[in-house]
């Protein structure tokens, strides 16, 4: 079992820069692919970046490359979402995921646990 709490969202200017945090409790962290997923109001939840269990692949939606970038400390057993050159259609709830196994990495099926999210709001 796994639990995934996220932090550091909140509210900023377009253009601005914000971290999200995702702290797993668990001696296992090490081996789970990691994800991050978004909802936006009325929209489906949606892939948005992921990195492997050794940290040596990370996967981007198309919408975040070149602005948001993962990475894991599993010494400490976080993950990190660092969001640059927000837009407002950032804007969402964000949600932290872990998986193991086979499956798409992309595809919100393939993961077992999630966080309860942690809402990013990017004004104009």
């Known amino acids: 079992q796994v639990q995934l709490v996220e932090s550091g969202g909140g509210l900023v200017q377009a253009g601005g820069s914000l971290r999200l945090s995702c702290a797993a409790s668990?001696?296992?962290?090490?081996?789970?692919?990691m994800g991050w997923f978004r909802q936006a109001p009325g929209k489906e939840r949606e892939f948005v970046i992921a990195i492997s269990w050794s940290g040596g692949s990370t996967y981007y939606a198309d919408s975040v490359k070149g602005r948001f970038t993962i990475s894991r400390d599993n010494a400490k057993n976080t993950v990190y979402l660092q969001m640059n050159s927000l837009k407002p259609e950032d804007t969402a709830v964000y949600y932290c995921a872990a998986r193991v196994g086979t499956g798409i990495i992309t595809t919100a099926r393939s993961y077992r646990y999630w966080g309860q999210g942690t809402q990013v709001t990017v004004s104009s």
């Open positions: 668990g001696r296992t962290f090490s081996t789970y692919d």
